[in-house]
């Protein structure tokens, strides 16, 4: 005589609509151990990342308390484009991105999860907020760059300071200029410089964007000059900051 099957609703009482069947917890487990077997070597002969079904399986309805520690695991330590499923690349589809980070993340919003048990909650809340971080790492350009050149094996801002020879005397130049327009009231001379300012920003997120997409394969001199360009951009950003 066959086992009969039993309800789980999360932890005790589990999530609204959170019911799976389950014959003992044994074909459940069995089917999560299978979702975070992941070929890391094919993954990383590709642009497009492997398909993985733990990644899957946040954007699909209803979870259950016998996937929340595999999950959180694999969330909090998975790489971004492919908790998302979007292509390892630094032009993405931000319509589509999008589309896929409220998919998951309505599935695991805390709200959800009101009246589930303690660890149900804990995992909502702890889930949550990795996606949110991934979502905007990927959903800003610059911040994508960065995530691409470290996880390429480039310096981080903090291990490389480096710029482009002659930033730092052009924006010592550019922040006197600003302060003089200021003391003087001359707003003619603001937006002058303002516009300026914006035109080296969108010259700096262009170079940006030319060598991250070329970043896959690329020398340890292309790693070094994406860094230097992200760096430049930063104080891009401070002297229009500045001029706010």
């Known amino acids: 005589m066959s086992r009969p099957r039993r ?3 999360g932890a005790n009482h589990g999530p609204p609509g959170g019911i799976r069947w389950h014959d003992g917890g044994r074909r459940r487990a069995a089917a999560l151990r299978d979702f975070v077997r992941i070929d890391m070597t094919t993954r990383s002969q590709s642009a497009v990342p ?17 996937d929340c520690h595999q999950l959180l695991n694999h969330v909090q330590g998975a790489d971004y484009f492919e908790l998302f499923g979007v292509p390892r690349q630094f032009d993405l589809d931000a319509a589509e991105l999008n589309r896929r980070y409220l998919a998951i993340s309505s599935n695991i919003h805390p709200d959800k999860f009101a009246t589930a ?20 790492v990927l959903a800003s350009p610059r911040q994508r760059a960065e995530y691409l050149l470290e996880t390429a094996g480039g310096k981080s801002a903090a291990d490389d300071k480096r710029v482009p020879p002659d930033l730092l005397t052009s924006v010592m130049a550019l922040r006197e200029e600003i302060d003089e327009a200021k003391s003087d009231g001359d707003t003619a001379a603001l937006d002058r410089l303002r516009a300026t300012i914006s035109r080296r920003r969108d010259e700096a997120d262009r170079k940006i964007a030319e060598l991250s997409a070329e970043l896959t394969g690329s020398s340890d001199e292309s790693k070094e000059e994406l860094r230097m360009h992200l760096n430049a951009a930063k104080y891009i950003d401070n002297l229009l900051a500045q001029l706010a």
């Open 7 to 9: 309800l789980c609703r």
């Open 50 to 66: 492997t398909k993985c079904l733990t990644c899957e399986m946040l954007a699909q309805a209803p979870l259950a308390c016998t």
């Open 117 to 136: 048990g303690n660890e149900m909650q804990s995992f909502a809340l702890r889930a949550s907020a990795a996606i949110n971080k991934a979502f905007n």
